[in-house]
């Protein structure tokens, strides 16, 4: 486990979550990238096609199956990245504007796969596809913003004090802000079990029922993610914004996302060029065929 690194006195200066990183291949067309950043879905390892429509960029959905989000830095900057699932931040569950989000601290040309929202200095819990009633954010009365996965930019205002090898999270240092991050630093155990990965036992306050249709996002399984902090000055604002939709494949196909299936269509097609003579011949003898 690697050390909380501190330096006194470093005015407004934000700590940041250390995370264990893996390089990812370059040239992958499935990711979403502006400016050297990228963003991409991953479920099974695996990144998911992403589609561009109506001004955005969506993915499919697919509903109980567990997913991660991989951010890559291309670039040759120490950068810090806040990440939020649902409109929550994944490292707090708090809902905030880019600059005030804690943030995931990457060095250059780095790359890290988040499994799901962290939970303590140890352990995350694992992102899934589930429906909004049983999303992570009704189960915290947190609605608003279900369907999307968001990543915010920021590079670093000075040179780094010393050289990292994994990513980070970012915080502000006053005293008020300092003892509400330490209340809030990691997502409060849910009163009931979590039972199974669709979050069917999942307690918390009572919200209007929502729709089953609709893909939102759930707090899972426990997985081993040990984390630290570190010290990152960002800049004030985001150098770049990237922002992935997801939805189940039928509400991809209504928006007009995806084209409508018809399972009749290519039956009907083929049947459309149907004649009734071709080549002049006789009847063959299925039999004959078979050594009778």
Not at 127 to 136: I, L, Q
Not at 243 to 264: F, H, N
Request: a neutral charge; one cysteine or more; hydrophobic letters at 35%.
């Amino acid at each position: 486990m690697t050390r909380i690194v501190s330096k006194s006195p470093i005015p407004l200066f934000a700590a940041a979550m250390f995370l264990a990183t893996a390089l990812a291949p370059t040239g992958n067309t499935f990711a979403l990238e502006r400016g050297g950043y990228s963003m991409e879905i991953l479920v099974g390892g695996e990144p998911v096609y992403e589609y561009a429509a109506r001004g955005k960029n969506y993915v499919e959905a697919l509903k109980k199956r567990e997913y991660s989000v991989r951010l890559r830095n291309r670039t040759a900057e120490r950068i810090a990245v806040a990440l939020s699932v649902d409109g929550l931040n994944s490292i707090d569950a708090r809902t905030t504007n880019a600059k005030d989000a804690r943030k995931w601290v990457l060095g250059p040309y780095e790359t890290i796969i988040l499994d799901g929202w962290q939970v303590s200095s140890e352990t995350a819990r694992r992102f899934f596809f589930t429906t909004e009633e049983k999303s992570y954010g009704s189960w915290l009365g947190e609605t608003q913003n279900l369907g999307i996965v968001a990543a915010a930019v920021f590079r670093q205002k000075q040179p780094p004090i010393s050289s990292y090898h994994t990513p980070m999270l970012q915080r502000e240092e006053s005293k008020s802000r300092d003892k509400e991050s330490g209340d809030r630093a990691a997502p409060a155990e849910p009163s009931a079990p979590m039972g199974q990965a669709d979050g069917s036992a999942m307690g918390g306050p009572i919200t209007p029922k929502k729709s089953d249709d609709l893909a939102a996002t759930g707090i899972g399984q426990k997985t081993s993610h040990p984390v630290q902090e570190v010290f990152f000055d960002s800049e004030d604002s985001p150098s770049a914004v990237l922002e992935l939709r997801y939805e189940y494949r039928d509400s991809l196909i209504r928006l007009g996302v995806l084209p409508a299936y018809d399972p009749c269509g290519d039956a009907l097609s083929r049947r459309e060029r149907a004649q009734g003579f071709e080549n002049p011949g006789f009847a063959p003898d299925p039999y004959c065929r078979r050594g009778r």
